[in-house]
């Protein structure tokens, strides 16, 4: 009888032992979740008749973040950037994806100057004769987390020039919109 109550004690302890391992299991991915994201990225898709598409990353920099973009499809020559309010990419004409992200309620503006800027405002890219742009800066005032992270907001790609006039550049319609998502393999 004894033996037979220690073979008892000793799978019941065994169940405990799987359900706290399974429990563990399952709390894997979301303990890796925790803590502040380093990087974000964005999937850019053409808007109805275009062809511009590309992918932006922002990374966490020594002093604010990196933001790296390849677009392709563009017509050659500069195109307004910007982060804008919605990380809706769900409307053809990417005007779903809102106006200029602004939380701070600043001017529009060039981020390579000193003075006033939407947050979102990222100047312009620029496409060569092949209709493909690169960039890579370091933003030093656009946040990944905080109360102004840009994660959960949209990127517009437009069709003209950003040339930085009020109210927001006149850079014309949507060519691509994405969604600034938290990166994975951070
Ligand atoms: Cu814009």
Same mark, same amino acid.
């Given at each position: 009888? =004894?033996? =037979?109550?220690?073979?008892?004690?000793?799978?019941?302890?065994?169940?405990?032992?799987?359900?706290? *391992?399974?429990?563990?299991?399952?709390?894997?991915?979301?303990?890796?979740?925790?803590?502040?994201? $380093? %990087?974000?990225?964005?999937?850019?898709?053409?808007?109805? +008749?275009?062809?511009?598409?590309? $992918?932006? *990353?922002?990374?966490?920099?020594?002093?604010?973040? =990196?933001?790296?973009?390849?677009? $392709?499809?563009?017509?050659?020559?500069?195109?307004?950037?910007?982060? /804008?309010?919605?990380?809706?990419?769900?409307?053809?004409?990417?005007?779903?994806?809102?106006? /200029?992200?602004?939380? %701070?309620?600043?001017?529009?503006?060039?981020?390579?100057?000193?003075?006033? %800027? /939407?947050?979102?405002?990222?100047?312009?890219?620029?496409?060569?004769?092949?209709?493909?742009?690169?960039?890579?800066?370091?933003?030093?005032?656009?946040?990944?987390?905080?109360? $102004?992270?840009?994660?959960? /907001?949209?990127?517009?790609?437009?069709?003209?020039?950003? +040339?930085?006039?009020?109210?927001?550049?006149?850079?014309?319609? %949507?060519?691509?919109?994405?969604?600034?998502?938290?990166?994975?393999?951070?």
């Amino acid at each position: 009888m =004894r033996i =037979r109550s220690l073979a008892i004690a000793a799978m019941a302890a065994g169940a405990v032992v799987a359900s706290a *391992t399974m429990a563990t299991l399952a709390q894997g991915p979301a303990m890796k979740m925790e803590g502040e994201p $380093t %990087r974000a990225v964005a999937v850019l898709i053409p808007t109805k +008749d275009s062809k511009a598409a590309g $992918t932006i *990353t922002f990374s966490k920099a020594d002093k604010g973040t =990196r933001i790296q973009a390849e677009v $392709t499809g563009l017509a050659p020559g500069k195109h307004g950037f910007h982060i /804008h309010e919605f990380g809706d990419a769900s409307s053809p004409d990417g005007k779903a994806a809102g106006g /200029h992200f602004n939380p %701070r309620g600043k001017a529009h503006g060039d981020p390579s100057k000193a003075g006033p %800027r /939407h947050l979102g405002d990222l100047g312009n890219l620029v496409a060569d004769e092949s209709g493909k742009a690169t960039y890579d800066l370091i933003d030093p005032d656009l946040p990944l987390t905080g109360p $102004t992270a840009i994660i959960g /907001h949209g990127v517009v790609v437009h069709e003209k020039a950003d +040339d930085f006039g009020q109210p927001v550049g006149n850079a014309g319609g %949507r060519v691509a919109v994405g969604v600034i998502g938290v990166a994975k393999g951070m």
